[in-house]
T-cell receptor, first 113, second 109 residues
Framework: EAQVTQNPRYLITVTGKKLTVTCSQN?????MSWYRQDPGLGLRQIYY???????DKGDVPEGYKVSRKEKRNFPLILESPSPNQTSLYFC????????????FGSGTRLTVV | SQQGEEDPQALSIQEGENATMNCSYK?????LQWYRQNSGRGLVHLIL?????REKHSGRLRVTLDTSKKSSSLLITASRAADTASYFC?????????FGKGTMLLVSP
């Protein structure tokens, strides 16, 4: 089944403890992206990647890192999480942004205490 | 930067009625897409309309695009309770997809 898989689905962590949210897609998509969703603010893009080893900042990149060493994987790294990073995170992928819709993962609900 | 803005923020209708949601945006686009999100779940792609298209249909969905007014509308005909969800428009530029804040649709049996 074609899908984007995120792990974990739920995570509670403490301030400052490094964490990684994994994202993997099995559709050979070149484009991958991370979003966070907050009440009243909608979805905001954190980082995106046009291909392997090509990443760029979205609208809210502060406090996050990403890497794209393989086409299928695009992990999101929070080196020192803070409470304002408590949010619902989505990974998405697509063949391209110009002609195709995105496939979204099921989301990761992160709470930083 | 928030590109698309949906209107209304919330919409409540009865089953069988039509639901219309609007989206306005600010800059030029390659295409405009609509997504559905059931509470707290991942977004599901519904339909994509290119900047050189004016209208597109998919099942009970009808999307229009007016690039001169920088606006789009999504019409869901003969709504069902299962259509209850949040609907987002998203505008596609060169390298990114930017979402609006969404319209919450409630369809009552």
């Amino acid at each position: 089944e074609a899908q984007v898989t995120q792990n974990p689905r739920y995570l509670i962590t403490v301030t400052g403890k490094k964490l990684t949210v994994t994202c993997s897609q099995n559709m050979n998509h070149e484009y991958m992206s991370w979003y966070r969703q907050d009440p009243g603010l909608g979805l905001r893009q954190i980082y995106y990647s046009m291909n392997v080893e090509v990443t760029d900042k979205g609208d809210v990149p502060e406090g996050y890192k990403v890497s794209r060493k393989e086409k299928r994987n695009f992990p999101l790294i929070l080196e020192s999480p803070s409470p304002n990073q408590t949010s619902l995170y989505f990974c998405a992928s697509s063949f391209s942004t110009e002609s195709y819709g995105y496939t979204f993962g099921s989301g990761t609900r992160l709470t930083v205490v | 930067s928030q590109q698309g803005e949906e209107d209304p923020q919330a919409l409540s209708i009865q089953e069988g009625e039509n639901a219309t949601m609007n989206c306005s945006y600010k800059t030029s686009i390659n295409n405009l897409q609509w997504y559905r999100q059931n509470s707290g779940r991942g977004l599901v792609h519904l339909i994509l309309i290119r900047s050189n298209e004016r209208e597109k249909h998919s099942g009970r969905l009808r999307v229009t695009l007016d690039t001169s007014k920088k606006s789009s509308s999504l019409l869901i005909t003969a709504s069902r309770a299962a259509d209850t969800a949040s609907y987002f428009c998203a505008t596609s530029g060169y390298s990114t997809l930017t979402f609006g804040k969404g319209t919450m649709l409630l369809v009552s049996p």
